[in-house]
């Protein structure tokens, strides 16, 4: 038995060897074999052909395998595709010369200039202002693509459909280019017919009036709304949505609109498809307050829609603003009014429950102003209702955004309220964006009433970003000739009082009348508030005046007007009352403004009157953009103890009253003609402001419709004079309070020359010695 086990242990012994010197053998030649392999794919170096600006070593960090690794395709590949993603070679090459891994590039060349060919409606700086390309920046041809593509999209949204773009390349030393963008605009893709589907309570020409899109005309030619705007297509599709749901049709819908292109690529055809749906009316209405303060029958009483009213879409939006707003007067600013709305089809009937959620009384943390460069921040927040500490209140809120506007400082002003760093506290941020303020203007211009013109004028209404206006002007006419010098000081002494000096000197022609004056004088003046809307003002003034008659008028010079021939001085102390809620007040749409005016002379000097002077001003939308005005003023002077000069006495004619002429109606010497003034006059005036369209709104033309009416009369003078010499009895004519009456429309250009105006009038209601004029028009002067 130990025999049998000694020659198995012996046996295994020899086998164990065996199956050892073969697989030793085998694994010592495939190490070898192996350490062979790797001696010949190891990358003994990484060379970088081709490059000129950039650098070997920038090349190599793009790459994925490094000197001393073991060649691999997979990764050989990927750093291919890197190098071609930076957008720095136009070719990349990668191979292999013995152990050396050769990387050959071609460099993009480097951007030297870039030039617009071409272009005619869209200028080079706006065109620039779209492409992502710059000079002395690496050439793509993938970034010129896109770039191309950028400027397409402002010539489409432009309406020129059909415009095309070729960019070139010119080649300069130095792997340097020039970048040709030539353009072809074409022509404007315009609206040629637009088509309604599916609507029967409604016709086409009905839908077609609500859209902002007009179908081309050959009169339109000062408005940009027949040009296809797909923009502009969307905006349609939501007027007419609320066209439909104010009207009753809360199911209303568009199913499909879809344009075509003409291909001439000049007309776009586009036509919608309607459901109108069926006439719905207000079901129950209620109010749900969850804000103790806000008690539910209260807003209940506040609503606009009505059990039984026609369904409205508009009532419901400006219910939920009207709620928000009397929440805001209570100091809830993020007060959240949402209407639920719950159809019945069956009874065709809308019930709404307007949801006033719950949020806390807001104060305000801070106010923060940006966007103001050169303004001060003072100068903005002393025109602030609402400051830090204060409760929020809306009305105090847009008030403050209407005061901030009426600076005239700023092309925009926005107030937005943030959360605070609390639920109950708000952050007002107001955000502007200035404009020029201040006025150079030289110019020659020509008009109706004084002939050719030159104004010289200079002046800065925020003067070092303090709010102060400082003016300088002169103008010189064949009727006149004008120095005047103003400095306004609108927080004088630190307090809300306006302080102001003006210096003048004046040398006026009233052919009218056939006399001259030459003025000479200075003013102070002071304002202050008395309430958020009414000011209250204060003024003296001292001028001396030098009354003639020109020589070429001795002949013909009419007794009423040589009494007043002389030398005068005036010096007069006065109040003024205003109270205005106007919007705006170089372009009001809304609001109104009442000013009533008293002077009394005779503080000194030799004249003594007391004048008092009164104006109204409305004006409110009506629809859209028509804005209606009405405007009407008066005035009254009384001599104390002496007659009324003919250079203190008003005056009634163009420009105020349109169909006359300048001092054309009124009390006149029936012999000469010569307008002598008046003691009274009223003049009131109705006019519709008429939007023209966007294309005169970019060219700063406006329109509007006038009745003009007024009167002017009752002067301190005999009826009758006579002239020694020329033996003739004069006779006044035209004292009447008799109302004159014209009417027309007007034209206003705002021109890179000055505002232009003109107007056609006619007088219907006028005295035959009244002097009428149907055209009129100014032009390089001051309105």
Not at 129 to 147: M, N, W, Y
Not at 731 to 748: L, N
Request: glycine fraction near 8%; include cysteine.
């Amino acid at each position: 038995m130990l025999n049998r086990i000694v020659k198995i242990c012996i046996v295994w012994s020899l086998l164990g060897g065996l199956v050892q010197g073969v697989f030793g053998l085998g694994i010592s030649e495939a190490n070898a074999q192996q350490a062979s392999y790797d001696n010949r794919d190891i990358i003994s170096d990484v060379v970088v052909e081709g490059n000129q600006r950039i650098e070997s070593d920038t090349v190599k960090s793009y790459i994925f395998v490094r000197k001393g690794d073991l060649y691999n395709e997979k990764q050989v590949d990927r750093s291919l595709k890197s190098l071609f993603n930076t957008g720095l070679f136009s070719d990349v090459k990668i191979g292999r010369s013995g152990k050396t891994l050769v990387i050959k590039i071609s460099e993009n060349p480097i951007i030297n200039r870039i030039v617009f060919e071409g272009n005619k409606y869209k200028k080079d700086d706006k065109l620039y202002e779209e492409i992502h390309l710059r000079p002395r920046i690496v050439f793509s041809r993938s970034k010129v693509r896109a770039d191309v593509q950028r400027l397409l999209e402002i010539y489409r949204r432009g309406g020129r459909f059909a415009a095309s773009i070729e960019p070139k390349v010119i080649q300069l030393d130095q792997n340097r280019i020039n970048l040709v963008f030539e353009i072809t605009e074409g022509p404007k893709s315009s609206i040629g017919k637009i088509n309604f589907m599916g609507n029967s309570i409604y016709n086409n020409d009905d839908l077609r009036a609500v859209l902002r899109s007009k179908e081309s005309r050959w009169w339109k030619f000062l408005t940009s709304d027949d040009t296809y705007d797909p923009d502009r297509m969307a905006f349609d599709k939501q007027l007419v949505r609320d066209f439909y749901r104010s009207r009753g049709y809360a199911d209303f819908r568009i199913t499909s609109a879809v344009t075509e292109l003409a291909p001439n690529k000049e007309t776009f055809f586009i036509n919608y498809t309607v459901e109108e749906g069926v006439l719905y009316h207000f079901g129950e209405v209620k109010v749900e307050s969850q804000i103790p303060d806000l008690a539910s029958g209260v807003l209940s009483l506040l609503v606009f829609t009505r059990k039984g009213q026609l369904y409205n879409s508009e009532l419901i939006d400006d219910t939920v603003e009207y709620l928000t707003s009397v929440a805001g007067l209570k100091g809830y600013a993020f007060v959240n009014v949402r209407p639920r709305i719950k159809r019945d089809r069956e009874n065709q009937t809308v019930n709404i429950t307007y949801i006033v959620n719950k949020a806390p009384r807001v104060y305000v943390e801070r106010v923060e102003i940006h966007g103001n460069v050169r303004t001060h921040d003072r100068v903005i927040r002393r025109e602030m209702r609402l400051i830090e500490g204060d409760s929020y209140n809306s009305n105090k809120m847009k008030r403050s955004e209407i005061r901030v506007k009426s600076l005239g400082f700023f092309k925009e002003v926005e107030i937005d309220q943030v959360e605070g760093s609390s639920n109950d506290k708000t952050i007002l941020e107001v955000t502007v964006e200035e404009q020029a303020t201040g006025e150079l203007s030289v110019g020659a211009g020509f008009s109706s009433r004084e002939s050719f013109l030159f104004d010289f004028s200079i002046r800065e209404r925020n003067l070092l970003g303090r709010g102060q206006d400082l003016r300088f002007g002169s103008r010189i006419s064949s009727r006149r000739k004008e120095l005047d010098i103003g400095f306004t000081e609108p927080y004088f002494l630190g307090r809300p009082i306006v302080a102001g000096v003006d210096l003048f000197y004046r040398d006026n022609s009233f052919r009218e009348a056939n006399f001259t004056q030459i003025s000479l004088g200075m003013g102070l003046r002071t304002a202050f508030q008395i309430t958020e809307y009414i000011v209250m003002s204060s003024r003296y003034n001292l001028r001396r005046d030098e009354i003639d008659i020109p020589s070429a008028f001795l002949a013909r010079r009419s007794p009423f007007t040589t009494t007043n021939i002389g030398t005068f001085t005036t010096s007069s102390i006065g109040y003024g009352l205003s109270f205005d809620t106007l919007d705006n007040r170089q372009k009001p749409n809304r609001g109104q403004r009442m000013v009533i005016n008293q002077d009394v002379a005779g503080l000194g000097g030799n004249v003594k009157y007391v004048r008092t002077q009164a104006n109204y001003n409305y004006f409110v939308p009506i629809y859209g953009r028509w804005i209606f005005g009405i405007k009407a003023e008066g005035g009254h002077i009384l001599g104390l103890g002496q007659d009324i000069r003919i250079n203190d006495r008003f005056f009634l004619g163009n420009p105020r009253m349109r169909g006359f002429q300048q001092a054309g109606i009124g009390p006149r010497d029936a012999l000469t003609r010569d307008a002598l003034g008046g003691n009274v006059f009223y003049k009131g005036s109705a006019e519709i402001f008429i939007p023209l369209g966007s294309g005169a709104r970019e060219l700063g033309i406006e329109a509007s419709m006038f009745v003009d009416a007024g009167a002017l009369f009752t002067v301190d003078l005999p009826n009758q004079l006579f002239n020694p010499a020329t033996g003739f009895t004069h006779t006044i004519v035209g004292d009447t309070p008799k109302p004159r009456v014209s009417a027309g429309i007007g034209f206003t250009w705002t021109s890179p020359f000055g505002p232009f105006r003109v107007d056609f009038a006619k007088a219907i209601l006028s005295d035959k010695f009244d002097k009428t004029e149907f055209f009129q028009f100014n032009i390089g002067t001051r309105f």
